[in-house]
């Protein structure tokens, strides 16, 4: 092998690696406090008005959310019930501002979830639904 074939593919491979390890090293970056999906009960739904009960308030019916696409929404409503409230995995943001470029995040879960249904959203969180609960989806930066 000549020695500029073997330098051009020691220089490819090491591209190849440092490729890799930029898409890996983003999820492993943590800095600051946690930040987590919440969702807390708000009350019943009522599915002939589509309004969460008493309220001119609609919400999101999270039954038809991809659990790929929203896998802090899903994971805070897996851990919730009908009385309590649940959180998601924690989410840490990276220094910089540069994980925020190459992982998806609770801000990104959000943002989706407030463009998708836009009379959802209110001062304090998104509003949601599964089956017959409502619930008040917010983001927190510490454990409860």
């Keep these: 092998m000549r020695t500029r074939t073997r330098n051009a593919i020691l220089v490819i491979l090491a591209i190849l690696v440092a490729l890799l390890a930029l898409g890996a090293l983003p999820g492993l970056l943590k800095s600051g406090d946690p930040y987590y999906l919440t969702v807390e009960p708000q009350g019943a739904w009522n599915a002939t008005d589509e309004r969460l009960d008493g309220t001119n308030q609609t919400a999101i019916n999270v039954s038809e959310l991809s659990e790929q696409r929203y896998p802090f929404t899903s994971t805070a409503l897996d851990n919730a019930s009908p009385n309590s409230s649940g959180q998601s995995d924690p989410y840490w ?28 959203a209110a001062d304090e969180g998104i ?16 454990e409860q």
């Design 93 to 120: 943001r990276g220094p910089v501002g540069f994980k925020e470029s190459f992982t998806h995040s609770v801000f990104d879960e959000r943002e989706a979830l407030s463009r998708q249904n836009a009379s959802a």
């Design 127 to 142: 509003y949601v639904h599964d089956g017959r609960t409502v619930y008040l989806l917010t983001i927190t930066q510490t």
